[in-house]
């Protein structure tokens, strides 16, 4: 078992910066045996789910942060103790991406007045304040900056950070960070920045840096970082470079056990939609189902009475009344407003759900499977899919933040990844391949002639 583990490491997540899939830096740790590791992408925690999964397969508990960028330009590494802190954390990152353009993160400093319970912090990479100002030899303003973050974060929260990664002035500026902590009796950790799982993994990264920047690799030099050192290290290639800081290896296991938040998964902690006094949702999702039966069928016969009242069994039991009301309010203010919409998809199997509205397809007139769309057995939050009407789709969206609010709605991504014919004319391009070589390559190096 090693006396360290990583704890501020970038996946492909940090997008065109690092340089390894979540999955491979678990793997990586698991090999240097590693009992954890943590994942701080910038400003997002898009790996979390691919880097939970991960880590329980290879036994490696997971500790979950994100380096922020500040407003001024900072950064600053955050760690997650347990739920509140997971919950702090999307606020802050969701405030630093809504206070900059598309595609940047900028935390406002005082945002973090307030959120920081559940966190702990370290004082960055040298882009983070107190490292930028010790460099030029500002220990004035260093010291003020760790007394602002040691006041928001409490003493045994803020932690100063260390990394060595043999550039000639490492030395001179870890002496000073420990300095300044013992000064102001605060603990302080190494880590190592990591971009990539092996030193052999560097040239991507390079490349992926060029890629971002639109920069040429032989015009890059003052983009690209100095060395290969910046990869997943076990104690003793570490070691010999904190010689006289040992702590801050071990310190790494003490912040490490601190941190045992766990992602949840199955159905999301929803709004409660609002249903009429006396009522609970699942009585209120009854009686809009029994209110529209006359409206769907010419009498309601025994079959329909009896798959009715088998679905809503089901939906009771996997707590999903809730769900089923907060998509019919949407499907509702949409027909109130002439807003084409309409569900599609497995939906099309519930009988509840024509009843609502959320799909027009008669699943017992055309012999569907209730159980295709959720059951007893697989009782996970089902997917009803909506189509909304393109040129009006907006009014929706605005509607759901408005009825819910801002803290209960959000817009969901999609990544664009790589494929053969992007990749190599990326890498060509940043790499100074001739533009017809780049073009003409396949995964075998072959032209496209003898494809």
Same mark, same amino acid.
């Given at each position: 078992?090693?006396?360290?583990?990583?704890?501020?490491?970038?996946?492909?997540?940090?997008? /065109?910066? =690092?340089?390894? @899939?979540? &999955?491979?830096?678990?793997?990586?740790?698991?090999?240097?045996?590693?009992? !954890? $590791? #943590?994942?701080?992408?910038?400003?997002?925690?898009?790996?979390?789910?691919?880097?939970?999964?991960?880590?329980?397969?290879?036994?490696?508990?997971?500790?979950?942060?994100?380096?922020?960028?500040?407003?001024?330009?900072?950064?600053?590494?955050?760690?997650?103790?347990?739920?509140?802190?997971?919950?702090?954390?999307?606020?802050?990152?969701?405030?630093?991406?809504?206070?900059?353009?598309?595609?940047?993160?900028?935390?406002?400093?005082?945002?973090?007045?307030?959120?920081?319970?559940?966190?702990?912090? /370290?004082? =960055?990479?040298? @882009?983070? &304040?107190?490292?930028?100002?010790?460099?030029?030899?500002?220990?004035?303003? !260093? $010291? #003020?900056?760790?007394?602002?973050?040691?006041?928001?974060?409490?003493?045994?929260?803020?932690?100063?950070?260390?990394?060595?990664?043999?550039?000639?002035?490492?030395?001179?500026?870890?002496?000073?960070?420990?300095?300044?902590?013992?000064?102001?009796?605060?603990?302080?950790?190494?880590?190592?920045?990591?971009?990539?799982?092996?030193?052999?993994?560097?040239?991507?990264?390079?490349?992926?840096?060029?890629?971002?920047?639109?920069?040429?690799?032989?015009?890059?030099?003052?983009?690209?970082?100095?060395?290969?050192?910046?990869?997943?290290?076990?104690?003793?290639?570490?070691?010999?470079?904190?010689?006289?800081?040992?702590? !801050? $290896?071990?310190?790494?296991?003490?912040?490490?056990?601190?941190?045992?938040?766990?992602?949840?998964?199955?159905?999301?902690?929803?709004?409660?939609?609002?249903?009429?006094?006396?009522?609970?949702?699942?009585?209120?999702?009854?009686?809009?189902?029994?209110?529209?039966?006359?409206?769907?069928?010419?009498?309601?016969?025994?079959?329909?009475?009896?798959?009715?009242?088998?679905?809503?069994?089901?939906?009771?039991?996997?707590?999903?009344?809730?769900?089923?009301?907060?998509?019919?309010?949407?499907?509702?203010?949409?027909?109130?407003?002439?807003?084409?919409?309409?569900?599609?998809?497995?939906?099309?199997?519930?009988?509840?759900?024509? $009843?609502?509205?959320?799909?027009?397809?008669?699943?017992?007139?055309?012999?569907?499977?209730?159980?295709?769309?959720?059951?007893?057995?697989?009782?996970?939050?089902?997917?009803?899919?909506?189509?909304?009407?393109?040129?009006?789709?907006?009014?929706?969206?605005?509607?759901?933040?408005?009825?819910?609010?801002?803290?209960?709605?959000?817009?969901?991504?999609?990544?664009?990844?790589?494929?053969?014919?992007?990749?190599?004319?990326?890498?060509?391009?940043?790499?100074?391949?001739?533009?017809?070589?780049?073009?003409?390559?396949?995964?075998?190096?072959?032209?496209?002639?003898?494809?």
């Amino acid at each position: 078992m090693s006396d360290y583990v990583e704890l501020h490491c970038h996946s492909h997540f940090s997008l /065109l910066d =690092g340089a390894a @899939q979540p &999955e491979a830096l678990v793997a990586r740790a698991a090999e240097l045996g590693m009992t !954890a $590791l #943590a994942l701080t992408d910038h400003n997002a925690v898009y790996g979390a789910v691919r880097f939970a999964q991960a880590a329980q397969a290879y036994g490696v508990r997971p500790i979950f942060g994100a380096e922020l960028t500040l407003e001024t330009g900072y950064h600053l590494t955050l760690l997650v103790e347990h739920e509140i802190g997971w919950r702090n954390l999307c606020w802050l990152i969701n405030q630093a991406q809504h206070n900059a353009p598309k595609g940047e993160a900028a935390l406002p400093v005082e945002a973090l007045a307030g959120r920081t319970e559940g966190l702990i912090a /370290l004082s =960055g990479c040298r @882009q983070g &304040e107190i490292a930028a100002e010790l460099l030029p030899g500002n220990k004035t303003g !260093a $010291l #003020a900056a760790a007394r602002r973050y040691r006041a928001l974060f409490g003493p045994t929260h803020f932690w100063i950070e260390l990394q060595h990664h043999l550039r000639p002035d490492d030395e001179a500026l870890i002496d000073s960070l420990v300095e300044l902590a013992r000064h102001l009796e605060l603990g302080y950790v190494a880590t190592n920045n990591v971009h990539y799982p092996t030193r052999t993994d560097c040239r991507l990264q390079d490349v992926l840096v060029c890629i971002r920047h639109q920069t040429r690799l032989s015009e890059a030099t003052a983009l690209l970082r100095p060395n290969s050192e910046f990869y997943l290290k076990a104690a003793p290639h570490l070691r010999p470079l904190f010689v006289n800081y040992p702590e !801050a $290896l071990t310190n790494t296991l003490k912040i490490a056990d601190r941190c045992r938040f766990e992602l949840r998964y199955g159905l999301q902690a929803l709004p409660r939609f609002p249903t009429p006094p006396s009522l609970d949702a699942v009585g209120y999702l009854q009686q809009l189902c029994q209110a529209a039966l006359p409206q769907r069928y010419t009498g309601s016969s025994e079959q329909i009475l009896r798959q009715l009242e088998h679905e809503l069994t089901i939906i009771e039991q996997a707590g999903l009344a809730n769900y089923f009301l907060i998509v019919w309010d949407i499907v509702r203010f949409a027909q109130a407003y002439n807003i084409r919409c309409q569900g599609r998809g497995s939906a099309a199997n519930s009988l509840v759900a024509y $009843l609502l509205n959320l799909s027009p397809v008669d699943p017992l007139a055309h012999d569907l499977v209730f159980e295709r769309f959720l059951s007893a057995e697989r009782t996970l939050t089902p997917d009803i899919d909506l189509d909304l009407q393109a040129d009006r789709r907006e009014e929706v969206i605005q509607y759901v933040y408005q009825k819910y609010g801002l803290e209960h709605a959000a817009m969901a991504c999609t990544f664009v990844t790589y494929r053969q014919r992007s990749a190599w004319r990326d890498v060509g391009r940043y790499w100074d391949y001739p533009a017809v070589v780049s073009a003409r390559r396949t995964y075998f190096g072959r032209s496209a002639s003898n494809r």
